[in-house]
């Protein structure tokens, strides 16, 4: 037998034998687009809902008949003791391969981030085919009716979820959080994790029925779920979500309607364009502070206020600076005396900076966290009142 | 050796008889071979042969070495008593091109190959008369080859004409044409081109050799030759370039090429090759180098796609959805929704489709070809994917893939290409990524290892020549063209500071 036939030979039975191994059809595949995680009735088990892709019915005609239902999502929920269990009961009814590389979105249900989010966290980045950009919300719905429910613009849920966090940065009310977000913050020694809190609103107004108003359910992403080590204590509203994002990510701008000085009932609006933030630990006698600084450049984008603008800007400034240091303080309240864990990544910055003092407090750093003094200082400037001069009020 | 061997290489005698004999004994009778008896001196009795085939001799050429015979003969002999076959060449004979051989074998040769052999009863050697001239196809545009600038004149299948083309374009007198016969019966005219001092020695020395140790009854076309010299005669890649375009090979040898020039076909080869040349085209060149150096990426762009596309796409679809971002793997599900065979099996069966729609449509005569390719893309492209037999985006994937194959502009490397295309078709439906990288990989270490006459095929990318470097990806302007390819022996090809300014304005005078 020459080497080339005993190559040939060798091809074949790897191509016969072991050939397709993990071969799969993408037509084959039972595509999730989002999965929810709610405790089971009894409060013992999970049930894992997954939100599951219709190809043919997502992407409309594409030259083939598809014969579809006219319906994107196919939702189907199982129940099990953790969540492999309910995962592979999913699979007595799917038809086709549950495959997760496609998942964009995991939300979890109040009840089910209370009772800890550590087997979620392991299961989901243990899976081989999960993408750590998967986003993470709390929802507090049944995150079963979250996931399933047909949304907004687009024609899958789980990807207005998607665009909500690609977007979120506009109103920067809620974290970024995916997969490896979370883990890391789950995994830190020094912080608690914080994640998205996503829910169902009726905003969306039917095109069939429009007197009847906003009757559509929409998601809304706004204000964040906090934790501490893997259960949820309570949510942060949208506000001190706000401020809590400027310490675990950068912020791209922001839009805050003011006061105009002097009078209540008008309104003035500013972007923030630029800003500087830094939160810098200080170590005096032993004794930990924080000093979080901001200073920030603003335009003028919206001038409701009556009177001149040269006059108001200044005082709008001051608006502005006190608006933001009430938004600091009130979240650091929150953080310290309401739960009491620190969920601002504050630790690492510790531990970053004095390394060797931050090794003798390491373990008491959760009860030294609520005590600790922390600064704000916020420095704002108006930089771009825009060409016009007056205000749009007489 | 045979009995007619023998004769073949024996001597002309002095008597025409004897020497008639042995020329009926080894050509009999064609119907196209014309003897032609004359007598020179009716006094002296000296009696003549014209041997000449129809078909391959211009009459004019005959009418004027009868002319001269005929006519002048007897004034000649009336000065002298004898004449030799020098002088009867000298004195006698008009035509332009005339020899004296003394083997019969060449005679014959020369008779089968259009030449007219005339033999004079008392000379004891034959006098071989150019009188080629058979009806050929007249010098024009290649038809394998076609740019949009650039000189239309492509070869013909008749060597001399070829190159006579080629001294057009190269008056250099270091430009040297050998001649030499290929082919035990077909003697086919191979000629070697090249500049000597420009052409590394060893270079030329390598190709004469090899060609001299083919040992083929016939030689109908170069693609005989191709595959008797070249270097790696198993690989599935071409190492000697083949082309219609005398701007091609005459760029080629003021490199320091060499070219083989066949009779009878149009395709004159080129000698060593370079993989990246495939990639190349002639108007590169004549357009301005930016534009050049566009298109040529553009074309590295097309090797890609053509090579690579379908099996990447067979490989996502079948083994690494989530190497596909998400709508598009959405899109391509709700495709392939209706579509009953696996990815792998679709790819290949387009695949065949479309190679066979090529096929037809180049067999097929001029006017039904165009049909074929119609009815061929209104299956292809509407009835099968509304019957559900493939999805909409393989057939763009195979149609791009196909369209990017004929940006290659030569013919044998674009054939190649596509058939290495479906080993890793399969290879990637098979083993998935893996299967697609160790197939590639396979190929590009075997197109490593290749040389063509003694030069790295992948030069001058793998090894790396830093100074060839300003031909590969771009084409860099002409006046940066300071030096030749380092194939070359002579390498200077101009001296620096060759570009273009605008004239110094003159200082204004005072006045």
């Known amino acids: 037998m020459s080497a080339l036939r005993r190559i040939g030979c060798a091809l074949l039975a790897l191509a016969l034998f072991a050939g397709c191994a993990g071969k799969q059809e993408i037509s084959e595949l039972a595509i999730v687009t989002g999965v929810g995680l709610d405790l089971t009735d009894d409060g013992e088990g999970v049930r894992v809902t997954a939100q599951i892709v219709r190809a043919a019915d997502a992407r409309g005609q594409t030259g083939a008949p598809a014969g579809g239902t006219g319906e994107p999502i196919y939702s189907v929920s199982a129940e099990g003791d953790t969540i492999f269990a309910a995962i592979r009961n999913l699979a007595r009814i799917s038809s086709r391969r549950v495959y997760w590389a496609h998942n964009f979105v995991i939300a979890m249900s109040e009840e089910y981030a209370r009772e800890g989010i550590s087997d979620m966290v392991d299961f989901f980045t243990r899976n081989h085919e999960l993408r750590m950009e998967t986003w993470v919300v709390v929802t507090p719905d049944r995150a079963e009716e979250f996931i399933s429910t047909r949304t907004g613009i687009e024609i899958l849920p789980g990807e207005s979820v998607e665009k909500l966090f690609w977007y979120s940065d506009i109103v920067g009310e809620a974290p970024q959080t995916n997969m490896m977000n979370v883990e890391e913050m789950l995994l830190s020694d020094t912080t608690h994790p914080m994640i998205a809190r996503a829910a169902l609103r009726k905003a969306g107004i039917s095109n069939k029925k429009p007197e009847k108003g906003a009757s559509v359910n929409q998601a809304e992403l706004s204000g964040a779920a906090v934790f501490k080590k893997d259960r949820m204590v309570g949510w942060l509203k949208p506000g001190e979500a706000r401020a809590a994002v400027f310490f675990i990510q950068d912020v791209e701008s922001l839009i805050l309607p003011l006061a105009c000085p002097g009078e209540e009932k008008h309104k003035a609006t500013v972007e923030l364009q630029e800003h500087r933030f830094n939160v810098k630990p200080a170590l005096k006698n032993g004794e930990i502070s924080f000093l979080v600084s901001m200073d920030a450049d603003a335009d003028l984008v919206e001038f409701g206020c009556d009177g001149p603008l040269e006059s108001a800007l200044p005082d709008i400034e001051k608006v502005l600076e006190k608006e933001l240091r009430q938004g600091f303080e009130s979240m650091l309240e929150v953080a310290q005396n309401d739960y009491q864990v620190d969920f601002l990544k504050l630790g690492d910055r510790v531990r970053n900076e004095y390394p060797v003092y931050w090794h003798r407090i390491e373990r008491r750093w959760d009860s030294i966290f609520p005590d600790v003094e922390i600064e704000v200082d916020v420095h704002a400037e108006i930089t771009s009142s825009v060409l016009k001069v007056r205000g749009g009020r007489k | 050796m045979t009995h007619q061997d023998q004769l073949l290489k024996s001597a002309y005698s002095d008597s025409l008889d004897e020497n008639v004999k042995t020329l009926d004994a080894l050509l009999d009778k064609s119907i196209d071979l ?299 599900a709700s495709g392939r929704a209706v579509v009953p065979f696996p990815v792998l099996l679709e790819a290949l069966m387009m695949e065949i489709a479309f190679e066979l729609m090529r096929e037809a449509g180049l067999r097929m005569p001029k006017p039904i070809g165009q049909a074929v390719s119609i009815v061929g893309s209104l299956i292809i492209g509407q009835a099968a994917v509304q019957a559900g037999l493939v999805s909409p985006f393989m057939v763009i994937v195979v149609a791009v893939t196909g369209i990017a194959s004929f940006a290659i502009p030569n013919y044998p490397a674009s054939f190649s290409i596509r058939l290495v295309r479906f080993p890793l078709i399969i290879a990637a439906g098979f083993f998935g990524l893996l299967g697609f990288a160790v197939f590639l990989f396979g190929f590009m270490i075997h197109a490593l290892s290749l040389r063509s006459f003694g030069e790295p095929y992948l030069a001058p990318a793998a090894p790396f020549r830093p100074r060839d470097q300003k031909d590969l990806l771009a084409r860099m302007p002409w006046w940066s063209y300071e030096k030749r390819p380092s194939m070359a022996q002579d390498r200077r090809r101009q001296p620096s500071g060759t570009k273009p300014k605008p004239p110094r304005p003159e200082p204004p005078q005072p006045t």
Not at chain 2, 203 to 208: S, T
Not at chain 2, 297 to 305: G, S
Request: hydrophobic share 40%; net charge negative.
């Open chain 2, 34 to 332: 014309i003897i032609r008896p004359l007598v020179l001196h009716k006094g002296k009795d000296i009696r003549a042969r014209c041997y000449f085939t129809d078909g391959l001799v211009k009459a004019l050429e005959i009418d004027t070495i009868l002319t001269g015979l005929m006519a002048f003969t007897e004034d000649v002999f009336k000065e002298r008593e004898e004449l030799t076959g020098k002088e009867l060449m000298e004195r006698l004979l008009l035509n332009f091109s005339v020899r004296i051989t003394h083997e019969i074998g060449e005679g014959i040769t020369a008779i089968l190959s259009g030449d007219t052999l005339l033999l004079v009863d008392g000379i004891g050697a034959g006098l071989i008369v150019g009188t080629r001239g058979w009806d050929m196809r007249s010098v024009s545009e290649p038809a394998t080859e076609t740019v949009v600038r650039g000189p239309r004149d492509g070869f013909t299948e008749n060597i001399r004409t070829n190159t006579g083309i080629m001294r057009r374009r190269i008056r250099d007198p270091n430009l040297r044409i050998e001649g030499m016969q290929i082919g035990t019966r077909s003697k086919t005219d191979v000629n070697i081109a090249y500049i000597k001092d420009i052409a590394k020695e060893e270079l030329v020395e390598e190709v004469r050799s090899r060609l001299k140790s083919i040992k083929i009854d016939a030689v109908l076309e170069s693609g005989y030759i191709e595959e008797l010299i070249e270097d790696s005669p198993k690989s599935i890649f071409v190492t000697i370039q083949s082309t219609e375009r005398p701007d091609k090979v005459a760029a080629a040898i003021l490199e320091g090429r060499v070219a083989v020039f066949v009779d009878n076909t149009p395709f004159v080869l080129v000698m060593p090759t370079y993989f990246w040349e495939y990639v190349q085209a002639a108007d590169d060149y004549y357009s301005r180098y930016w534009v050049g150096s566009f298109f040529r990426q553009i074309r590295y762009f097309c090797f890609l796609l053509s090579l690579t596309l379908t099996p990447i796409y067979v490989m996502l679809v079948s083994f690494h959805h989530e190497m596909i971002p998400t709508e598009l793997a959405l899109t391509i």
